[in-house]
C-alpha cells in the first residue's frame, strides 16, 4: 500500500508570502493529485501531474518521480488561499485499471492579512 | 459552480433510520465516485461507478448501498448506520476513472 505524507500539517502565513507545501509517497505512481479543500468541505481540484512542473495563476506544482516527492508552491499568498491542501496519488501496483486514489491528510494553510 | 451537485447538504439520522444520499453531475462525465471523510482522516474511496458498473469497492460495510442508474446520477443508501459512520461524504465525477476528478459540496452526516 502507498504511504502517503505532507508536510508541514498546518501552516500559517503572512500575505504575499511564498509558500511551500510537500508531499512525498512510498511506491511508485502513475499520476499525482493537488486538492484544495475550503471550509465547509467543498474540493477543487488543483493539478494532476505524472511529470515535471504545471502552472496555474499563482500556483505551481512539481512532481520528482526518482524522489517520489512532489511541492504546490503559492507564489505572493492571499488570505483566500486558506485552505487544506490534500495530495492524491495512483499507484500502478494497485492493478491495470485501478482507480484507487491514496490520499495524505492534507495540510491545512491559513494567510493572515 | 462545479457541474457536481449533492442533496442533502446536511443530515441528520436515527441508527434505525433509512436514507438516501443524491448526487448528480451536469459534466457529461462517465465515471463517478463516493468518497467518506471523517474527522482527522484522510479521505476514503468508498465507491466508483464507470459507465455506470460498478468498477471499485473499497470492503465498505453492507449498510452503505450504491447506485447508479444513469451516468449522471449516483445514489448513496444508508440504512442501520452506526455512530461512527458520522462524517463528510464527497461525489466526485471524471471523464474517464483515471482523469482529473471534480468533486461536490459534500453531505455532512450525523448517526445518533
Known amino acids: 500500500k502507498n504511504e502517503v505524507e505532507q508536510s508541514p500539517q498546518n501552516l500559517t502565513a503572512q500575505e504575499g508570502e511564498f509558500i511551500t507545501i510537500n508531499c512525498s509517497y512510498s511506491v511508485g505512481i502513475s499520476a499525482l493529485h493537488w486538492l484544495q479543500q475550503h471550509p465547509g468541505g467543498g474540493i477543487v481540484s488543483l493539478f494532476m501531474?505524472?511529470?515535471g512542473k504545471k502552472k496555474h495563476g499563482r500556483l505551481i506544482a512539481t512532481i520528482n518521480i526518482q524522489e517520489k516527492h512532489s511541492s504546490l508552491h503559492i507564489t505572493a499568498s492571499h488570505p483566500r488561499d486558506s485552505a487544506v491542501y490534500i495530495c492524491?496519488?495512483?499507484?500502478?501496483?494497485f492493478g491495470a485499471g485501478s482507480y484507487q486514489l491514496t490520499f495524505g491528510k492534507g495540510t491545512k494553510l491559513s494567510v493572515i492579512p | 459552480e462545479t457541474g457536481v451537485t449533492q442533496t442533502p447538504r446536511h443530515l441528520v439520522m436515527g441508527m434505525t433510520n433509512k436514507k438516501s444520499l443524491k448526487c448528480e453531475q451536469h459534466?457529461?462525465?462517465?465515471?463517478m465516485y463516493w468518497y467518506k471523510q471523517s474527522a482527522k482522516k484522510p479521505l476514503e474511496l468508498m465507491f466508483v461507478?464507470?459507465?455506470?458498473?460498478?468498477?471499485e469497492n473499497n470492503s465498505v460495510p453492507s449498510r452503505f448501498s450504491p447506485e447508479c442508474p444513469n451516468s449522471s446520477h449516483l445514489f448513496l443508501h444508508l440504512h442501520t448506520l452506526q455512530p461512527e459512520d458520522s462524517a463528510l461524504y464527497l461525489c466526485?465525477?471524471?471523464?474517464?476513472?483515471?482523469?482529473?476528478?471534480?468533486f461536490g459540496p459534500g453531505t455532512r452526516l450525523t448517526v445518533l
Open positions: 501531474l505524472s511529470s
Open positions: 492524491a496519488v495512483r499507484s500502478p501496483l
Open positions: 461507478y464507470s459507465l455506470e458498473e460498478r468498477v
Open positions: 466526485a465525477s471524471s471523464s474517464s476513472p483515471l482523469n482529473e476528478q471534480f
Open positions: 459534466l457529461g462525465h462517465n465515471a
